[in-house]
């Protein structure tokens, strides 16, 4: 993988993550939808828009490597812009795609945002499950269940987003969340409530930032 904070335009993102010239056009469509939808919905930091390659796409689709091999099922919570979710399942739909089989679903309460998801994955003929469902909701862990991967950008510190994931873990289960310089110190106040298996992965993208990859979670002081 070549360097992700050089991806500043279709070519340069299928280059560095392997993906078709058809789905790094996709992308290329993600971007135009993105600048138009932002006029009325704020999707992303307004100071990002124009370097949404490696802020956004390439930042989200660094996680596609820390996917476990054979994965089938990948959890997205408040997907919002579609970040990491919506990238991943662009990734995932590429025809040499590194996990093959892969189905992700994406959840986010706003409906203007959910509404912006759909056209992203109607215009690239994707396939992705969108919830315009609340997290926490029974009906969303109803149509989910557990799942192998779990992911999160900017959604809740560390303790608050275990607990909305706790519902969809399963023995197997990873969780990846991108997370920015004060990730220590929310480990360490979620370590007072969670029980879990921590794996601190810098982030390609941004020098401050890590990517959180959590294994075997529990409340504290209950069993596997």
């Not at 590429?94 to 994406?106: E, H, M, S």
């Amino acid at each position: 993988m070549s360097n992700p904070t050089a991806v500043i335009d279709a070519g340069n993102f299928a280059e560095t993550f392997g993906v078709s010239r058809e789905t790094a056009l996709k992308f290329e469509s993600y971007a135009t939808l993105l600048k138009q939808w932002q006029k009325a919905v704020q999707l992303v930091a307004p100071s990002t828009l124009n370097a949404v390659w490696w802020r956004h796409f390439a930042d989200s689709a660094q996680l596609m490597a820390l996917c476990p091999p054979g994965a089938r099922t990948w959890l997205d919570l408040g997907s919002g812009g579609g970040f990491p979710g919506l990238v991943i399942a662009l990734m995932a739909c590429d025809p040499a795609a590194q996990a093959p089989g892969l189905r992700v679903t994406l959840v986010e309460s706003d409906s203007r945002k959910a509404a912006f998801l759909r056209e992203v994955a109607r215009q690239a003929g994707c396939t992705v499950d969108i919830l315009g469902t609340r997290i926490e909701s029974s009906s969303t862990r109803d149509k989910v269940g557990r799942v192998e991967v779990v992911s999160a950008r900017a959604v809740a510190p560390l303790t608050d987003l275990l607990g909305l994931a706790h519902p969809f873990w399963g023995p197997t289960t990873v969780g990846l969340f991108l997370k920015g310089r004060d990730v220590e110190s929310e480990v360490e106040a979620a370590a007072q409530v969670w029980d879990f298996e921590l794996e601190l992965k810098p982030s390609l993208t941004e020098a401050s930032s890590r990517v959180a990859r959590i294994r075997n979670l529990n409340p504290r002081g209950k069993p596997a």
